[in-house]
């Protein structure tokens, strides 16, 4: 088993409580309980600890005994690069990164901001302040549109309305599709498509070889929607989240 601990200050900052993230991989028979405690251990004064598994019976006991509960199941889809997306049926205009930063504020975002926030993990937890949930997601969207988290962001356009938004960023071989949405009501129409296929002409250019995307287990549209597109469950993990007795 291989334990990562680390600080969240992202979270921390956002949520205004110290936020840790613990991560177990390779996760097999020989659990090793104690490597667990040790890690626990090193974030003794965090408020709230993230912790992300494989599913193994023992350590799901385990972790619930130490105060976690499950919030969700993370699935990651993969696609070869090479393989590409046949574009869609609709055709809109699109805006990549640079052009967004200079003809649109955070604001125009709003919409597309409320319909990501309620599907993560965040909304699912009940103690975490909903004002703080959004305020996090309105800063993941400013720093992927007008700081450095994302690489390029490719917004389609109805009207002049904004209407669905995917941000990409590069890791080694891998493109990911770090957020994605598509306004409520333009949503069915063909939008997603559009800006999956515009990833893959991105990531094409790049030289990647892969795409991946994560979502939640239980957001079955968007699991329906990547598998459509032809991509495959890559990894699944179980997530769980353990607040400090202190909190209220
Ligand atoms: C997931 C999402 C991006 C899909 O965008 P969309 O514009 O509605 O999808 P499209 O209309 O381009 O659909 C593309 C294909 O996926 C399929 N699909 C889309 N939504 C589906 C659903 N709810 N159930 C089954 N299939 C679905 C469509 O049938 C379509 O197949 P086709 O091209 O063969 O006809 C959009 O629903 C969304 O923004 N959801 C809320 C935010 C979210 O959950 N984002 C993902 C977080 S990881």
Same mark, same amino acid.
């Given at each position: 088993?291989?334990?990562?601990?680390?600080?969240?200050?992202?979270?921390?900052?956002?949520?205004?409580? =110290?936020?840790?993230?613990?991560?177990?991989?390779?996760?097999?028979?020989?659990?090793?309980?104690?490597?667990?405690?040790?890690?626990?251990?090193?974030?003794?004064?965090?408020?709230?600890?993230?912790?992300?598994?494989?599913?193994?019976?023992?350590?799901?006991?385990?972790?619930?005994?130490?105060?976690?509960?499950?919030?969700?199941?993370?699935?990651v889809y993969a696609?070869?690069?090479?393989?590409?997306?046949?574009?869609?049926?609709?055709?809109?205009?699109?805006?990549?990164?640079?052009?967004? &930063?200079?003809?649109?504020?955070?604001?125009?975002?709003?919409?597309?901001?409320?319909?990501?926030?309620? &599907?993560?993990?965040?909304? =699912?937890?009940?103690?975490?302040?909903?004002?703080?949930?959004?305020?996090?997601?309105?800063?993941?969207?400013?720093?992927s549109?007008?700081?450095?988290y994302a690489e390029e962001?490719?917004?389609?356009?109805?009207?002049?309305?904004?209407?669905?938004?995917v941000t990409l960023k590069e890791q080694g071989t891998n493109l990911y599709l770090d957020l994605i949405?598509?306004?409520?009501?333009?949503?069915?129409?063909?939008?997603?498509?559009?800006?999956?296929?515009?990833a893959?002409?991105y990531g094409?250019?790049r030289?990647a070889?892969n795409v991946k995307v994560e979502t939640?287990?239980?957001?079955?549209?968007?699991?329906?929607?990547?598998? =459509?597109?032809?991509?495959?469950?890559d990894?699944?993990?179980?997530?769980?989240?353990?607040?400090?007795?202190?909190?209220?």
């Amino acid at each position: 088993m291989r334990v990562t601990v680390s600080r969240d200050p992202f979270d921390t900052e956002l949520l205004q409580r =110290k936020c840790g993230r613990v991560l177990l991989s390779e996760v097999d028979d020989l659990v090793n309980l104690d490597e667990l405690s040790r890690a626990l251990r090193g974030l003794t004064d965090a408020e709230l600890i993230y912790l992300s598994t494989p599913y193994q019976p023992r350590l799901v006991a385990e972790v619930h005994r130490l105060g976690f509960f499950q919030v969700t199941t993370r699935n990651v889809y993969a696609r070869g690069l090479e393989s590409g997306v046949a574009a869609p049926g609709i055709r809109l205009p699109t805006l990549h990164k640079a052009e967004l &930063r200079a003809r649109h504020d955070i604001e125009d975002f709003g919409h597309l901001l409320r319909s990501l926030v309620t &599907r993560s993990r965040y909304w =699912k937890d009940e103690r975490i302040p909903r004002g703080n949930a959004l305020a996090l997601y309105q800063r993941w969207f400013y720093n992927s549109i007008y700081a450095d988290y994302a690489e390029e962001v490719v917004a389609a356009l109805d009207g002049g309305e904004i209407v669905g938004l995917v941000t990409l960023k590069e890791q080694g071989t891998n493109l990911y599709l770090d957020l994605i949405v598509v306004d409520e009501r333009a949503q069915g129409k063909g939008v997603g498509r559009l800006l999956i296929h515009e990833a893959f002409a991105y990531g094409a250019a790049r030289r990647a070889l892969n795409v991946k995307v994560e979502t939640e287990g239980e957001n079955v549209p968007a699991n329906r929607f990547y598998q =459509k597109l032809g991509f495959l469950l890559d990894t699944h993990t179980l997530a769980f989240h353990q607040h400090a007795p202190v909190l209220p």
